[in-house]
T-cell receptor, first 115, second 111 residues
């Protein structure tokens, strides 16, 4: 069984640029959530995708967008990067968004630095 | 979203039990209590969860107060590999899989 993988591991961008981060779900999982973790803080929920549809969103502006593909892998896109977007971006997959007790499996994250 | 309150940091000696507290006074009847931990340079990993009754698994035990306004994660014998940030999270059934993390408790294990 393959765990959650994310790419790239590290990324450096400049202010105003756009970035795409990728996530491969754990085998059999149809739900993906994305989180932003600033240094010294807990992860903040960005949004969740369930069977290719956005299913819940945290307090993030529209320049944060995503996609989920038929194989349940996912992308996080961030436009017009700002310095405050520098963070660790975590992807988590789970089986089925319905249950409130399903375990989430997190990837190792992508460290984004915006200069 | 229901909020949780945890101490910023705690210390424990190796091979001793650790009790990590969490207050969640605004918990609703359908909120599950989840604990995750994040080791350095890794994503969070599941530890344990519960609703009303105390729970045990191979990693830890979860003690839930009778009024559910607080809970305690118990590591029975702390090891150096248990040094991590521990997050107590309330997860409402109506919000699906969305987790709202606080700042967690940073556990230091002293050899």
């Amino acid at each position: 069984e393959t765990g959650v993988t994310q790419s790239p591991t590290h990324l450096i961008k400049t202010r105003g640029q756009q970035v795409t981060l990728r996530c491969s779900s754990q085998s059999g999982h149809n739900t993906v959530s994305w989180y932003q973790q600033a240094l010294g803080q807990g992860p903040q929920f960005i949004f969740q995708y369930y069977r290719e549809e956005e299913n819940g969103r945290g307090n993030f502006p529209p320049r944060f967008s995503g996609l989920q593909f038929p194989n349940y892998s996912s992308e996080l896109n961030v436009n017009a990067l700002e310095l405050d977007d520098s963070a660790l971006y975590l992807c988590a997959s789970s089986l089925d968004q319905v249950s409130s007790y399903n375990e989430q499996f997190f990837g190792p994250g992508t460290r984004l630095t915006v200069l | 979203d229901a909020k949780t309150t945890q101490p910023n940091s705690m210390e424990s000696n190796e091979e001793e039990p650790v009790h990590l507290p969490c207050n969640h006074s605004t918990i609703s009847g359908t909120d599950y209590i989840h604990w995750y931990r994040q080791l350095p340079s890794q994503g969070p990993e599941y530890v344990i969860h519960g609703l009303t009754s105390n729970v045990n698994n191979r990693m830890a035990s979860l003690a839930i107060a009778e009024d559910r306004k607080s809970s305690t994660l118990i590591l029975h014998r702390a090891t150096l590999r248990d040094a991590a940030v521990y997050y107590c999270i309330l997860r409402a059934s109506y919000t699906g899989n969305q987790f709202y993390f606080g700042t967690g408790t940073s556990l230091t294990v002293i050899p």
